[in-house]
């Protein structure tokens, strides 16, 4: 699986941006996911999409204001970001989990074995 995402760029707190992430190669994915990762701190969950059904899981930090979906004909993933906040700034790195149990533990890294190169946010206030 090869993914790349794309979309991130420098906004105003307050804004709207979408990211993107396309996939190619095998998309046979159980759950795909967003993650960041600011200046001098860990990579972190954002969010996950799990392919059977299509339910959506975020992290608190971002509920009510993030919002993922996914168009299986594009093999694409998005990421609506509404409200941001300068805290919001991190590199953003979709991943794809393919195996069977990566669903289960969907806010965690390990589960995700295939990483897209990341996209910056900067979010100014």
């Known amino acids: 699986v090869q993914l790349q995402a794309s979309g991130g760029g420098w906004v105003q707190a307050g804004e709207s941006l979408r990211l993107s992430c396309a996939a190619s190669?095998?998309?046979?994915?159980?759950?795909m996911g967003w993650f960041r990762q600011a200046p001098g701190q860990e990579r972190e969950f954002v969010g996950a999409?799990?392919?059977?059904?299509?339910?959506?899981f975020y992290a608190d930090f971002v509920k009510g204001r993030f919002t993922i979906s996914r168009d299986n004909a594009k093999n694409t993933l998005y990421l609506l970001m509404n409200s941001l906040k300068p805290e919001d700034t991190a590199v953003y790195y979709c991943?794809?989990?393919?195996?069977?149990?990566?669903?289960?533990?969907?806010?965690?890294?390990?589960?995700?074995?295939?990483w897209g190169p990341g996209t910056q946010l900067t979010v100014s206030s």
């Open positions: 999409i799990k392919r059977r059904g299509g339910s959506t």
């Open positions: 991943a794809a989990g393919l195996r069977s149990d990566s669903g289960a533990y969907f806010d965690r890294s390990p589960s995700y074995g295939y």
């Open positions: 190669g095998r998309t046979s994915y159980v759950v």
